[in-house]
């Protein structure tokens, strides 16, 4: 299996690793489009996490046949991270599938690659920067579309969030909530535009961080907007089984993607 590490910035943590699909070659004969999944960590937004702890999810992903971007971001804890530059980021991050991405992989490779038909995966805080840079490019880049968001155990409404408090949140976000509360407002994904792509939020029955029913409520408010979104609980699971290839919050989220 082959990873790259690609820049997408000029700073340290605006990088990602792209992972080379296993190769099958009846797939190969058949001409069957590659899948390309973009996948952004969770982790409180902080510098304590980084896109390794998805490693194994990215390694699993392209052993199924997928090309992989797992995108690292600046984060809370070194020179600019924070709302809103680590928005940002992962916007830009999934802008380099135009350009540095898609110029690192084999010619032959980026021709099968499906590029109208993008899958976004981003886990807890992850799932918030994923969905928001989504809804910002309104689902396309120059020249990709996406078409599926996989929101695993995510932050969906950090205006709740804050108003009941949360650190890791205030410190992202720069201020609490009663002296900047449309920051959080912005940078909600339950308050995002609605976009032309598929929203499947997944998350764990047995959830201690996010409860599974932020999950359910974000659903239930952007489908009355015409947001096309499902819901997915997961029995007997909890916030980090979505980092565990053998778990079955993986097992759905593969599912939802076709692989």
């Known amino acids: 299996m082959i990873r790259q590490r690609i820049s ?16 099958d070659p009846a797939s190969a004969a058949e001409g069957r489009p590659v899948p390309l999944v973009v996948v952004v960590h969770g982790g409180y937004w902080s510098t304590e996490f980084a896109l390794v702890v998805e490693t194994p999810v990215a390694r699993d992903l392209a052993a199924r046949g997928a090309v992989v971007w797992n995108v690292e971001y600046r984060r809370v804890g070194e020179h600019g991270g924070g709302w809103p530059r680590t928005g940002y980021d992962v916007a830009n991050a999934l802008s380099a599938l135009d350009t540095s991405v898609r110029c690192a992989l084999p010619v032959e490779l980026a021709q099968r690659v499906a590029w109208d038909d993008v899958a976004v995966v981003g886990h807890s805080a992850g799932g918030q920067l994923a969905l928001w ?52 407002r912005d940078a909600s994904p339950i308050r995002a535009r609605v976009f032309d792509a598929h929203v499947v939020a997944i998350h ?3 959830d201690d961080a996010i409860d599974h029913r932020v999950s359910s409520a974000y659903v239930e408010s952007v ?35 076709g692989i």
């Open 8 to 23: 997408y910035g000029d700073s340290r943590s605006q990088f990602g690793h792209l992972y080379l699909p296993v190769a």
């Open 133 to 184: 840079a989504v809804a910002r490019l309104g689902a396309r880049t120059q020249t990709t579309r996406v078409r599926t968001v996989i929101l695993q155990a995510a932050a969906t409404d950090l205006e709740a969030a804050g108003q009941r408090g949360h650190l890791a949140l205030e410190r992202f976000i720069g201020a609490p909530y009663a002296d900047t509360p449309h920051r959080y």
């Open 204 to 206: 764990g029955e047995l």
């Open 223 to 257: 489908r009355a907007r015409g947001q096309s979104a499902e819901m997915v609980i997961v029995a007997g699971e909890g916030h980090d089984a979505f980092v565990d290839p053998n778990s079955r919050g993986h097992r759905e989220t593969l599912r939802r993607l």
